[in-house]
């Protein structure tokens, strides 16, 4: 988000349009897609850490759903926004053309070249990991570092300025909170809790952790949440019977990730466009933004959990 | 060990019996337990060691689970059950396979009839101790190649260290997982142990001790603390330095170096730069005192702690061993880096003492004194948990992250902009990649071997040990990292001790000790006091090379490890 923000706006100045009729939308996209991979999305990294899910478990399982609600949304928003992009139409092409061609060039092609080779490297190391039983992490940093080595990027400037301290270390605390509560037999008692609602019934377990899963998104941190469910969907893996498919680690995925659009400050991609679109001028209200996304949100999630009940 | 291990396995047992408990008991059948210790020539259990044990040639499988592999401890437990009235004629027989290691050759095992279980199935049980031997595998090569390259592209400065370090962790693991997953004899570190090798406590504790040092700089305590230096030493820039060593060597026996270092350095620069000379030539001096002093005590050092709880030595113990040769050492140190820096320290503006000083006082005052209270106070509350550390088997870097982050909360201080800025994230990157390194090599057996290599050479003669111990630890720490080396000497010199005649006194413990601390000061990357100061200064300013630290260190260690070698041929 923080690449295409800069670009939308610039897109909607000169077309005369609010750029929210744009930015939402792309959020939501944003939020939908991450949801297919392994790296898409905060609460996929956690779970793929944790389950020992693959890059391309979590493609094969989520890419289908996820493709489908990105159409729908598509379709959604194309009716939702269709008066604001109605008054663009009749407006000059070409003259915007002529100023993204100039502003926005490639500045380092050499880099660029480099960057996109080692990116499609690590893809790759993505797509089969799991055969080589590399954990994500040793792709990744391998990635990081050759491409820090190769483009003689000053390293302790991008540990200073580029990478995120402050929210590696939230996760860090949050995870040793969390180990807390397991250890000291919380989870258990909460899992034990929600089997015993379930009753073994992997359907309505499924439906218990989709469902808490989209409100604890919209209402808390989905990192947050996602982190201390964790311990408990592997334990309802280990103990419902029909729950050995891994089932309830994609409706957790699904859930989290899905949710995180339902409101403002449901994702941290939404806070940031929200964050970014006032600086530039265009405020969006909790209430506008809940407004534009609730409904897509619980059409996605609903689609989402017909799915996983057909499939699994 | 003995006590750890049946609890492990009695820990096995509990689980297993919770998932295949039925599975088990209702086939009928001779049970076979087999449990088992498998060790190192050092007697140090080795972990995840794959055990195959065979019925008459063939490979038996167990009943709870697919592979039986060692646990943290090198102990195993397994549950077989076999077609009745095989035992106890059959040949019962355990093999092993760990990659790096050599593979155990078929060893008969003595099965003991232990009467019959509620469901009359006759029980049977075999217990042994079994030895494995390092094997130098391409791994080993590879990993000790690897540290090799970080070092020459730290010495050549080809690129920034902290970057070097992660190549040759991103190396390590990436030849794992690539030629390691289609040959066992290629692969170097498992990623768990890759993590599990990255020392926390010393990321933590160096992140809780940056946090509070970044408050306090922000009630100007450095500055004037700088002031009343310059006001004590009127000035003279020779008696400055000598003080500044001691306080440090001092602070450093008693706390951790480097702790002492990060407290050290702000007030350092801030003199350096009233003075107009250059800090580093004040740090250097500063960095090695500290490792010195740090010798003298049991909580001085890591290795120093190391030792003491495994050889049941007592704080009094080292306090009455060492500090005359600390003592001695500091002396020495002082007079070498007084005239080492004789140059720089001319060049000080020490023209007008009066007037500077008149404006010191003026300029460098406590800024914010409720800060300053508040976060002395926090300060102290974390020493005075660094000091009760042992009571409490609390680890310093809990007590260093509590006072930080009480600090904050009081003060309203913002955990952003001290992240950002004052946490100095390059140097922790550097330490947690260089731990992966080092793991790489202490798990592919290269200070298994150097401890062999010293075990071997000095049999049977105490001056040979002594000096072997003293200088192969100071050359080993100087470029490996202490904590693993020592941690690995331990149980060679405890055998050692035994077999020495004139070893009883404990004088080896003393090599150990004097050799693991002295040689950290050999290299820039040598402690982690010396890596902390290095990315501080730079921070500030003033970077100094891999090159120009060995210069200013190298000598110097070389004649304090000389010296303690001569004290304790003298004196033992």
Known sequence: ?312 | MRKVFPLIGVTFLLLVGNVTGFAATSEPGDRLTVAGMIKSPQGKGVKEVEVVVRLDGQPLKAAESEEITTGKHGGFVAEFILPAGVLPDARVEVTAHKPAWRDLPRTPLKVLEAGVDRHGNRRFQASQTFTLYRQLTPAFWLATGILLLVYLIIAAEIMHRTLAALLGAALILFISYTAGTFDKNYFILSFADAIAAIDMNVIFLLMGMMIIVGVLKKTGLFQWLAYKSYAMARGNVFILSCILMLVTAVASAFLDNVTTMLLMIPVTIEIAVTLKINPISLLIPEVFASNVGGTATLIGDPPNILIGSYAKLSFVDFVLNLTLIVAICMAVSLIYYVYWYKKDYLKAEVKDVGRTLEYLRKEYRITDKKLLILSLGMLAFTIFLFIVHGVLHMEPSIAALTGAMVLLTVSRGNIVEMLEREVEWPTLVFFMALFIVVAGAEETGLIQAIAEGVADMSRGSLPLAIMLIVWVSALASAAIDNIPFTATMLPIVAYLNTTIPGAESGVLWWSLALGACFGGNGTMIGASANVVTVGLAEKAGYPISFLYYLKACLVPMLLTVALASAYLLLFY
């Open chain 1, 1 to 312: 988000m923080l690449l295409v923000i800069p670009v939308t706006i610039e897109i909607a100045v000169p077309l005369k349009v609010n750029p929210t009729a744009f930015l939402i939308p792309e959020v939501f996209a944003a939020n939908l897609g991450g949801t297919a991979s392994l790296i898409g999305d905060p609460p996929n990294l956690l779970i793929g850490s944790y389950a020992k899910l693959s890059f391309v478990d979590f493609l094969a399982n989520l890419g289908g759903i996820v493709l489908v609600c990105l159409l729908v949304s598509a379709i959604y928003y194309f009716f939702w926004y269709r008066p604001v992009y109605r008054r663009v139409f009749d407006l000059d092409f070409g003259r915007t053309l002529d100023f993204l061609k100039r502003e926005y060039r490639i500045r380092d092609q050499w880099l660029l070249v480099t960057s996109l080779i080692i990116l499609a490297a690590v893809l790759a190391l993505f797509l089969v990991h799991h055969l080589l039983g590399m954990p994500p992490a040793v792709a990744a940093l391998v990635g990081a570092i050759s491409l820090l080595a190769l483009s003689r990027q000053d390293i302790a400037s991008i540990l200073e300025k580029e990478v995120e301290w402050p929210t590696l270390l939230f996760l860090i605390a949050l995870f040793i909170l969390i180990e807390g509560t397991r250890a000291s037999g919380v989870t258990q008692t909460v899992a034990d809790r929600v089997a015993q609602i379930a009753q073994g019934n992997v359907l309505l377990a499924l439906t218990l952790v989709l469902w808490l899963a989209v409100l604890a998104s919209c209402l808390v941190e989905t990192v947050a949440f996602t982190a201390a469910m964790l311990p408990i969907v592997s334990h309802l893996t280990g103990t419902i019977p029909g729950a050995e498919t891994g089932v309830l680690w994609w409706a957790l995925a699904l859930g989290a990730s899905l949710g995180g659009n339902g409101t403002l400050m449901g994702a941290a991609a939404n806070v940031v466009t929200v964050g970014l679109a006032e600086k530039a001028g265009y405020r969006i209200s909790f209430l506008e933004y809940s407004k534009s996304c609730f409904i897509p949100m619980v059409i996605t999630v609903l689609l989402a959990m017909a799915y996983l009940v057909a499939a699994f």
